[in-house]
C-alpha cells in the first residue's frame, strides 16, 4: 500500500500538486509579513505540506481546538481561504476530463475543507484518522 501511495504522490506533484503547494506557500508569505496573521502563515505551511503528498495522509480535527480556532477559521475563510479552494475547484475540473486525472481531481476536492477552514485540524497518516480521534 505504501508503494501505491508513493506512486500517486508523485503523480499528483508533478499533475497539480507543485502548483497548489505554491499557492499555499505564497498566502504563508503574504501572512508573515502582515506580522499579526503569523498563525494563519504557519497553517498555510502545514498545508501546503499536505498539499505536495496528499496520498496517505488525512486531516482529522484537534480536540483542543476550541473558539480561537473558530474565530480564526472565519477570519481565514474571508481572506485566503476561498481563494485557495477556489483553485482546489478550478485545478479539478482539468483532471476529472482526463481518465488517468479522476483520482487527483477527486483528491483535490478532498482538499477543499482544510483549504477553507484549517485550524484546529492536524495531519495524521490514514491509518492513524480514526484511532486518532
Keep these: 500500500m505504501k508503494l501505491f501511495h508513493l506512486l500517486l ?3 499528483w506533484l508533478v499533475l497539480c500538486g507543485f ?3 505554491i499557492g ?3 498566502a504563508a508569505l503574504i501572512c508573515f509579513v502582515l506580522i499579526i496573521t503569523i498563525p494563519f502563515g504557519i497553517a498555510s505551511l502545514r498545508i501546503a505540506g499536505f498539499v505536495l503528498w496528499p496520498f496517505g495522509r488525512t486531516t482529522v ?3 483542543d481546538a476550541g473558539a480561537p480556532s473558530f474565530v480564526g477559521n ?3 475563510v474571508v481572506f485566503a481561504g476561498w481563494w485557495l479552494a477556489l483553485g482546489h475547484l478550478l485545478t479539478s475540473i482539468p483532471l476529472f476530463l482526463s ?3 479522476i483520482p487527483f481531481g477527486w483528491a483535490n476536492l478532498k482538499l477543499i475543507p482544510i483549504s477553507l477552514m484549517p485550524l484546529g485540524r ?3 497518516p490514514t491509518d492513524q484518522a480514526f484511532g486518532g480521534r
Excluded: H
Aim: net charge negative; no cysteine; hydrophobic share 65%.
Design 9 to 11: 504522490n508523485i503523480l
Design 19 to 21: 502548483w497548489m503547494a
Design 24 to 26: 499555499y506557500l505564497i
Design 61 to 63: 480535527e484537534r480536540p
Design 74 to 76: 472565519v477570519i481565514w
Design 99 to 101: 481518465i488517468i486525472g
Design 122 to 124: 492536524e495531519i495524521v
